[in-house]
């Protein structure tokens, strides 16, 4: 019975790490097709990249702003 139990556990350790190279693959192809759908449309048709892009930076702005913060407020 312990032989069965590490045979089990022995492929659990496999499948966690054909899962994590699986999400890593995955992970890159998405980020490969945003950078390429990107700089296409900045190709086909600019000022839509621009107004974007410019939306995006002002989300992200935006959220930098007001997200709660960590750190404590020290006095001046």
């Known amino acids: ?7 089990i556990g022995m492929m659990g350790l496999v499948y966690e790490q054909l899962r994590r190279i699986l999400a890593t693959i995955t992970t890159l192809a998405v980020l490969t097709i945003s950078i390429g759908a990107g700089v296409q449309l900045a190709v086909w048709h600019p000022p839509v990249a621009l107004a974007t892009s ?3 930076f002002v ?3 935006y959220r930098s702003v007001t997200a709660p913060t960590n750190k404590p407020l020290r006095a001046i």
Not at 2 to 7: M, R, V
Request: aromatic fraction near 0%; charge should be negative; charged fraction near 30%.
């Open 59 to 61: 989300t992200l702005l």
């Open 54 to 56: 410019l939306l995006l």
């Open 1 to 7: 019975m312990d032989d069965i139990d590490d045979l």
